[in-house]
């Protein structure tokens, strides 16, 4: 393990003052607001207390394998460090005005010490290993998150819908490629009606019609589904059919209007 570490590249001082120059950034650390880290193969984030100012930090494509030393980057925002090797989210709580954070593609088993971030809005978490809703229960408590990608883990229990209706702000879900999108009857119409406030879901939009059939299926079965699809298309006929009317009218009175110029010119 040593000798691994010993061979990694390492994010010393020199390594960020010399990435500094070469991609022309303020040679002063604490005026750079973004970092471009990724591809560099190192293990360890660390050196990086000088970079108090920054507001992106772009550390994906490596082989970390902890997130730590982020204590003095107050200012952060955006967190990228999809494609790593970390097993646990931590070391965070100083992380007060971070937005996004992404941590896709690693191997994550739980979701934990995320919540004391009041502005997370955020989390991207795909491809990791979250398995059971005990592994997902934290998000209850994550009241600011709107984005939610928890995509191709491992997820089966239909009770992790429990967790995901004690989020207010949800409205963007992901949950491609989860065994639980088997194991839920009638998915995504169920989904619809319990998480009241997603608008987006499985990469694709929640409609209001859509929205509204799942509603009555929820209450009268297909039949109701049914009828309040032939509301919605009924209504929509009838407005296609005024806005038609509409433009007929407009197109008429511009012909008037020019044979009225025309009989004026011929007098």
Known sequence: ????????????????????????????PRLNDTLYLHFKGFSTIENLEEYTGLK?????????????????????????????????????SSLKSLHILNVSNNYIRTIEHIS???DLNTLQIAHNKLKTVDDIQHLSQCLAISVLDLSYNLL??????????????LKVLNLIGNEVVKNIPNYRKTVIVRLKSVTFLDERPVFDIERACAEAWAVNGYAGEQKEREKWESQERRTTESALAGVVMICQKAQDRRQLLKQEKGQ
């Open 1 to 28: 393990k040593e000798d691994e570490n010993h061979q990694s590249p390492q994010m010393t001082k020199k390594f960020l003052r010399d990435h500094c120059k070469k991609h022309k950034l303020y040679l002063a």
């Open 56 to 92: 992106c930090l772009w550390l994906e494509n490596n082989r970390i394998k902890c997130i730590e030393n982020l204590d003095r980057q107050t200012e952060l925002r955006c967190l990228f460090l999809q494609e790593n090797c970390i097993h646990k989210l931590e070391n965070l």
């Open 116 to 118: 004391c971030l009041p």
């Open 156 to 169: 089966c229990d239909p009770g992790v819908l429990t967790v995901l209706q004690a989020m207010p702000n």
